[in-house]
């Protein structure tokens, strides 16, 4: 549970007040964050995104590489998203992009090699856009692709400001299940 009896229960209640130089994001803001709307980005550009990120797994498992890709509303510098691939001193494989397109980052780490299932891809797309939602409003949520000797595994971590939100963390060899439940999850614990 959470740490503080007066944390704030729903993401539209939620004031970030963190590091000086951090963006602030006031109450009245917050109550216009629609999770399921990023006005910078079209759905077709979370779409396109989701693709590339069911793509991701299919290069992991083929090169047994580690895959990060993670959303993080603590930095300052405009570069929300870290896209990183560890193949493993191949040195093939080695990606880092720290940017604010996330859409391109992935285009550029994880090209289409096949179809992806369209209604996972939009399921997908839908959990994207509330991670750069909730990223937005002050928190880090990351994923971890890896292979583990056997089998292709994802690991999903939502983290709060200052230790006030307790960490979620879950693995799972399913991809949109993992990524679903932690979108479960946070909702629950938003609305406490």
Not at 38 to 67: C, F, G, N, Q
């Amino acid at each position: 549970m959470l740490s503080r009896p007066d944390f704030p229960t729903r993401l539209s209640e939620f004031q970030v007040v963190s590091r000086p130089t951090a963006r602030t994001l006031q109450k009245s803001e917050a109550n216009d964050v629609d999770p399921s709307v990023d006005p910078e980005v079209s759905p077709d550009d979370w779409l396109e995104s989701a693709r590339h990120v069911l793509a991701a797994s299919a290069i992991v498992t083929r090169e047994k590489a580690l895959v990060l890709i993670k959303f993080d509303g603590e930095r300052c510098n405009g570069n929300l998203y870290t896209v990183d691939i560890d193949g493993s001193g191949n040195g093939l494989l080695d990606f880092r992009q720290e940017t604010s397109d996330l859409s391109g980052a992935v285009l550029k780490a994880f090209p289409l090699e096949t179809e992806s299932d369209e209604s996972e891809a939009e399921m997908l797309a839908a959990v994207l856009r509330k991670w750069d939602a909730w990223a937005r409003a002050g928190f880090v949520l990351g994923l971890q692709i890896f292979w583990n000797g056997e089998t292709t595994f994802y690991s999903v971590f939502i983290l709060g400001e200052h230790g006030m939100f307790e960490r979620i963390g879950l693995r799972d060899s399913e991809l949109l299940g993992v990524m679903l439940e932690s979108v479960r999850q946070f909702e629950a614990r938003m609305d406490g």
